[in-house]
T-cell receptor, first 115, second 113 residues
């Protein structure tokens, strides 16, 4: 079965420090990978995607993610965290065999950036 | 902000009732997907509509149904509401034929009492 795992319910980071939010996946074929962010009482906002090409992709608000095919991971990173980055982050996969256009999401990781 | 809008913002219904949620897709997008996000969980795929036809369905019972209109707006209908249907319902639009990023609306918060 297709699945996405975000092993950390919450990540705590001090402002100015680098952050990593982890994601691993298990799907057939060569999936597309996404990160979305959700602020309280809001929908999901697209951050970045990996379709093909360079394993390091850059996205909005200074975020980047590294695709690792052998480890089936797609970790979200940022060199210097801001308090305003505090939110709920979701990893998602799409484009897998038989999946048409649906996205499968992880359970989410809450990022808390402390001043 | 995306160009995807949803209505209403909040809704309270009683168990057994029926509800209709609405979504207007982003301009130029002909594919609409619906997701259910229960509290503390990631969104779960309900179904997708492409050019007014259902184009895939997740693990949801038939009492969850939908429509897509010629202008690509969409409705999600839920019959015989159950308490577990309480969730944030998200609509997402994309251009058809690919699995690139989907643009989400702000969601409708449904509470079933």
């Amino acid at each position: 079965a297709q699945s996405v795992a975000q092993p950390e319910d919450q990540v705590n980071v001090a402002e100015g420090n680098p952050l990593t939010v982890k994601c691993t996946y298990s799907v057939s074929g060569n999936p597309y990978l996404f990160w979305y962010v959700q602020y309280p009482n809001r929908g999901l906002q697209f951050l970045l995607k990996y379709i093909t090409g360079d394993n390091l992709v850059k996205g909005s608000y200074g975020f980047e993610a590294e695709f690792n095919k052998s480890q089936t991971s797609f970790h979200l990173k940022k060199p210097s965290a801001l308090v305003s980055d505090s939110a709920l982050y979701f990893c998602a996969v799409g484009g897998f065999s038989g999946g048409y256009n649906k996205l499968i999401f992880g359970a989410g990781t809450r990022l808390a950036v402390h001043p | 902000e995306t160009g995807v809008t949803q209505s209403p913002t909040h809704l309270i219904k009683t168990r057994g009732q029926q509800v209709t949620l609405r979504c207007s897709s982003q301009s130029g997008h002909n594919t609409v997907s619906w997701y259910q996000q229960a509290l503390g969980q990631g969104p779960q795929f309900i179904f997708q509509y492409y050019r007014e036809e259902e184009n895939g369905r997740g693990n949801f019972p038939p009492r969850f149904s939908g429509l897509q209109f010629p202008n690509y707006s969409s409705e999600l209908n839920v019959n015989a509401l159950e308490l577990d249907d309480s969730a944030l319902y998200l609509c997402a639009s994309t251009s058809g034929g690919s699995s690139y990023e989907q643009y989400f609306g702000p969601g409708t918060r449904l509470t079933v009492t």
